[in-house]
């Protein structure tokens, strides 16, 4: 075995045990064209050359000049689509309802006075279609005057977007430059709420519609014997594609690039060449560096495909934050591998747990509204269908490669609600209702049937909207998790009682299988 396993390092200049199809995984093909480190080589010096697959991610999607979203290159109709954006404006009047009846409840109990402002926070706005049809619904309602509260409702609430890029920012602001002060384009990140809104500063809803599956999540391999390995990514140029693009690197760049990749061959491959063609080795800071040399420069969407991609395992020890996390759901972990009998390759999103804490601790009152698609503890760790997902130029749903057109697709993975759960009840937050978002229809007026008056369709459109009507009732994969801030009010309930379970089904397993998992979750939390 691979002396990063815990054991001793075989003979040779790589070690050569323990690939996917040694590790017994239930997708093996998950790992990515795998490397290993010299045998001696400390894995956590991994850590000051390679961006970890959380790091990759974050690069590709937020990188200042080329990222997804940062750089302004998503196309929210093109790429994909959102029901606030197919439903508009339905999606957003269905939502706007609950929150209505949110903030009433909270007046009647006290929670919220006359002269406070009912914030609705919404994190990742993406084009602002949200806000709009919000705030054009209360408009219309309180015009109406069928009934007063909602003309105080609109008096009362202030909505504010709150987004890591300054290129959405500023589409949301202008979307709804309209609705003046009673709209906030900020920009702000959403695993850390706390950095953009003080504690217990804000009353009223804070709302996200497929926002923690944009996150960037740490790719682990758990194996049958209690093992986790954490990913990191190889960044790499073949030598003849150097020779294609270097010209166009400043030369203190470049610099940087040859340094690199001198130290890497040496402090994690022993001074040779891993098994494969001859490659320039990217580090952290040349992955960004040849990613902003690529943007200023003309034919960017060919230069990027140039770049290659491994991966190498090392022990998830080398990350204590990773750790603490497999030690407090040590239980679930466990239950999902003794359920499979294999080991698997899965997704941990630590910054969904950051976002809901960062929600909880922001709320004075109120209540977090979450939307996205996902799954429970038993959805998001079985493996018999994927959990990342791409969209954009050439990509596929279906065993997506992330390294596919860096910086050019959009991906995402499914989103743990038990995990948004749990870490919410840290901060005062309870669940109030988890299950298919399609439930937001019950209780409001709002009808499906038809597009709305205030879209000019052709018949083409209108099929389309009844389409993605139609999915909107079919696809069971989209969620919505509704939590209530403690000392809020007991008015508000969530008007289906079709929810489903947030904790692990383990009276399922049998008795081999709990025996193994008492074993496992051992292991694990340790």
């Not at 990342?388 to 609600?417: E, I, K, W």
Request: negative net charge; charged residues 25%; contains cysteine.
């Amino acid at each position: 075995m691979c002396k990063f396993l815990g054991a001793l390092a075989i003979a040779g200049a790589f070690c050569a045990s323990l690939f996917a199809e040694d590790r017994q995984l239930v997708n093996a093909w998950d790992v990515r064209d795998e490397i290993k480190l010299a045998p001696g080589v400390d894995p956590a010096a991994v850590k000051d050359y390679f961006p970890s697959f959380y790091d990759y991610l974050d690069t590709v999607l937020f990188h200042p000049t080329a990222g997804y979203y940062s750089s302004g290159r998503v196309n929210f109709s093109s790429d994909y689509q959102t029901f606030p954006i197919a439903l508009y404006p339905s999606f957003g009047q269905m939502i706007t309802e609950h929150m209505f009846q949110m903030w009433d409840g909270m007046r009647k109990a006290g929670s919220l006075g006359p002269k406070d402002k009912f914030t609705i926070a919404e994190f990742g706005a993406g084009d602002g279609a949200m806000a709009e049809s919000v705030l054009a619904y209360i408009d219309q309602q309180a015009m109406s005057g069928d009934d007063p509260r909602w003309k105080e409702f609109r008096d009362q609430t202030v909505y504010a977007c709150y987004d890591r890029s300054p290129a959405l920012s500023a589409k949301q602001k202008k979307r709804n430059e309209r609705f003046g002060e009673r709209f906030e384009a900020r920009l702000g990140d959403a695993t850390d709420p706390g950095a953009t809104i003080a504690k217990e500063s804000l009353k009223g809803v804070i709302l996200s519609n497929e926002l923690p599956d944009c996150f960037s999540v740490h790719k682990v391999i758990l194996s049958m014997n209690g093992a986790a390995e954490l990913a990191y990514t190889v960044p790499s140029v073949s030598v003849d594609n150097w020779k294609k693009v270097e010209s166009a690197i400043p030369p203190a760049a470049k610099q940087t690039i040859v340094a690199d990749d001198r130290a890497i061959r040496q402090k994690l491959f022993g001074g040779k060449n891993p098994p494969g063609p001859e490659r320039i080795f990217l580090s952290k800071a040349g992955f960004s560096a040849i990613l902003d040399a690529f943007s200023a420069s003309s034919n960017y969407e060919v230069k990027v495909n140039l770049l290659q991609f491994q991966e190498v395992y090392v022990p998830a020890s080398v990350l204590p934050e990773l750790t603490e996390h497999l030690r407090q759901y040590a239980h679930s972990y466990a239950y999902a591998l003794s359920k499979s009998g294999k080991g698997m390759v899965t997704y941990i999103n630590l910054g969904e747990g950051k976002f809901i804490k960062g929600a909880g601790a922001a709320l004075k009152a109120g209540y977090v509204i979450t939307i996205d698609y996902g799954s429970n503890w038993d959805g998001i760790l079985a493996q018999d269908f994927d959990h990342l997902r791409m969209y954009g130029q050439g990509s596929s749903t279906s065993q997506a490669n992330p390294y596919h057109a860096p910086t050019l697709n959009d991906m995402t993975t499914d989103v743990n609600f038990s995990h948004l759960a749990e870490e919410g009840k840290t901060v005062g937050l309870e669940s109030l209702y988890f299950g298919p978002q399609h439930w937001l229809q019950i209780g409001t007026p709002i009808d499906l049937e038809k597009a709305p008056a205030v879209r000019t369709l052709t018949p083409e459109d209108e099929s389309e909207f009844q389409q993605w009507a139609g999915l909107f009732y079919s696809w069971e994969v989209y969620k919505i998790l509704v939590q209530r801030k403690e000392k809020t009010d007991p008015a508000y309930q969530y008007s289906s009682e079709f929810g489903e379970p947030l904790a692990v089904a383990e009276e399922r397993l049998s008795a081999a299988e709990r025996a193994k998992m008492v074993e496992l979750e051992k292991k694990l939390g340790r």
